[in-house]
């Protein structure tokens, strides 16, 4: 992107191009969508300060932490273990769901309802094998940079008022910038934001009767459907938006979201707002625990984060494979 970038209330009001997208701003590598904030040489130096102590933190839970994982539609892979003689052994996995633990949503994952795919991009091209809008396009040029924890259960407990995940709160932008000024922390363009809720790790440790009762109502920590919360991300200029959250958004979504008329698939969520029209990769479910408290330990709250999907051609969403260095 060469020209000025707009705020977010400019891109409300755009006429050639959906209300609240970023359509067509990124020249260089346009299906790569905010992920093009982030990698320029100049910020992945400045991302190797963060690494002082030599730590390395692992981003993801097992591809079957959540058994069954909160989604419906989505299963634990089966692996199997294979040998071809006594001497050697090859695995494979069957029904291997890539967005049912620690993962990445890609840009296909939504469409703007009324609008289609991010860019304009045709339904005909959101096929298996075709390169439009697919994951591949982050594994070929990764998401690598500064990456910056909110710590808002850290924040929130110190506060007196700590999250009480069983009933699925919802949380406003504001929480945020409140947490930041906390941490005496800033955002800086081009982030990979981290946003520690504590939600996985409740529901992991919860009991199992908690746990099933939470799956049953899909409920869920998460932010409020507004247009606060999409132009916080947009006016930030950030690359990443990732959470221990399910999905980003509070589940059940709010009766008065924002999105009710234009995504009447989804109820309303804000999926549609920020993969589909703001070209937002969304990181969920992730495993947060270990670097929040590294993180307060030490008080510094970046690190030098990578993340690089699956290189499958075509995807839609992928296991992270995220590490943050310190």
Request: a negative charge; proline letters at 7%; one cysteine or more.
């Amino acid at each position: 992107m060469h020209q000025p970038v707009p705020t977010y209330e400019e891109l409300l009001h755009r006429t050639d191009a959906p209300p609240g997208s970023s359509w067509h701003l990124f020249t260089d590598q346009p299906e790569r969508g905010m992920a093009n904030f982030a990698g320029h040489p100049r910020q992945i130096l400045r991302a190797t300060r963060c690494v002082r102590q030599g730590h390395a933190f692992n981003l993801d839970f097992p591809l079957d932490a959540f058994d069954p994982p909160m989604s419906r539609a989505r299963g634990v892979p089966d692996h199997r273990i294979t040998a071809k003689h006594d001497q050697a052994r090859d695995d494979l996995l069957d029904g291997f769901h890539l967005q049912a633990s620690t993962q990445v949503d890609g840009l296909r994952h939504r469409r703007a309802s009324g609008h289609g795919f991010y860019n304009g991009v045709p339904d005909e091209d959101i096929t298996e094998r075709s390169p439009r809008l697919g994951v591949q396009l982050w594994a070929e040029t990764p998401l690598v940079g500064r990456g910056l924890l909110i710590d808002v259960e850290g924040f929130l407990n110190d506060r007196g008022t700590p999250l009480s995940h069983a009933g699925g709160p919802a949380l406003a932008p504001a929480v945020l910038d409140e947490a930041l000024a906390a941490q005496n922390s800033t955002v800086e363009v081009g982030d990979l934001v981290l946003v520690h809720t504590g939600w996985a790790h409740w529901y992991l440790t919860t009991d199992p009767a908690t746990r099933a009762a939470t799956r049953t109502a899909r409920r869920a920590t998460g932010f409020a459907q507004s247009r606060e919360f999409a132009a916080w991300c947009w006016d930030h200029r950030i690359a990443l938006m990732a959470t221990d959250t399910f999905a980003v958004e509070v589940l059940p979504v709010l009766p008065d979201s924002d999105y009710l008329d234009s995504a009447p698939e989804d109820a309303g969520m804000m999926h549609q707002e920020l993969i589909a029209k703001l070209g937002l990769p969304l990181g969920e479910l992730w495993n947060l625990t270990a670097l929040a408290t590294h993180c307060r330990s030490t008080g510094r709250w970046d690190s030098l984060l990578t993340v690089k999907p699956l290189c499958l051609t075509g995807g839609v969403g992928s296991p992270a494979n995220a590490t943050a260095l310190r």
